[in-house]
């Protein structure tokens, strides 16, 4: 019987010491944390004006408030530039009763040193002349897109004709370690789901 009784004495014991070293973990973890947001608070207060007397929900609300106003003010910049997708790919339109030979041509690709030179001889050899153009280069991709109008007024050639030369030529560019004059059916199918010509 005596046994019996030092034995759960010894194991209350253990017990109490398991749970003192539980709770001590605890309490050193959630010191941590409060001293983790306590430093970020500090941070915040350095960074919004007039906030070092603020509580700690005025000076979120204040943040909140920021961080509203810088998103409007990045989307105001960011208003009109086009991010360029990710698939290469090349557009070609040709304005409807347009008796000019006025032309819109865009391209997608990877950017690289010899892009705009590829693409002003491509139009030179096509006879096109570039009336405006827009580029953006962002994360290793490009999008080009061109107002174009053919060189000769009294050019004889047709605009279905002359769009699909300026689609081949275009896709030549964008994808120029595939676009060879002995394409393989393998490297054709890859290079059908890496690039698409889009007509409208």
């Not at 010899?114 to 001889?121: G, R």
């Not at 405006?132 to 280069?137: D, F, K, P, R, Y």
């Given at each position: 019987m005596l046994v019996s009784s030092c034995s759960s004495s010894s194991s209350a014991i253990g017990k109490s010491v398991a749970e003192a070293r539980a709770l001590k973990v605890h309490c050193e973890a959630e010191k941590r944390r409060r001293e983790r947001i306590n430093r970020h608070l500090s941070?915040?207060?350095?960074?919004?004006?007039?906030?070092?007397?603020?509580?700690k929900a005025s000076l979120l609300g204040r943040v909140l408030?920021?961080?509203?106003?810088?998103?409007?003010?990045?989307?105001?910049l960011g208003k009109g530039i086009k991010i360029p997708p990710e698939v290469?790919?090349?557009?070609?339109?040709?304005?409807?009763?347009?008796?000019?030979?006025?032309?819109?041509?865009?391209?997608?690709?990877?950017?690289r040193p010899?892009?705009?030179?590829?693409?002003?001889?491509a139009f030179h050899d096509l006879r096109l002349r570039t009336i405006?153009?827009?580029?953006?280069?962002i994360g290793g991709r490009a999008q080009h897109a061109f107002i174009l109008c053919t060189n000769?007024?009294?050019?004889?050639?047709?605009?279905s004709s002359l769009k699909e030369s300026i689609e081949e030529a275009l896709a030549r560019i964008a994808t120029p370690d595939m676009m060879c004059n002995n394409i393989s059916s393998k490297r054709q199918r890859i290079?059908?789901?890496n690039y698409s010509i889009i007509s409208l």
């Open positions: 941070t915040l207060r350095r960074m919004i004006p007039d906030a070092n007397k603020m509580d408030d920021q961080v509203k106003n810088l998103k409007r003010r990045a989307e105001e290469n790919e090349v557009i070609v339109e040709c304005p409807a009763g347009d008796e000019h030979q006025y032309l819109t041509a865009s391209i997608s690709c990877d950017d010899d892009l705009l030179a590829d693409l002003i001889k405006q153009a827009n580029l953006v280069s000769e007024s009294n050019r004889t050639e047709c605009l290079l059908e789901s």
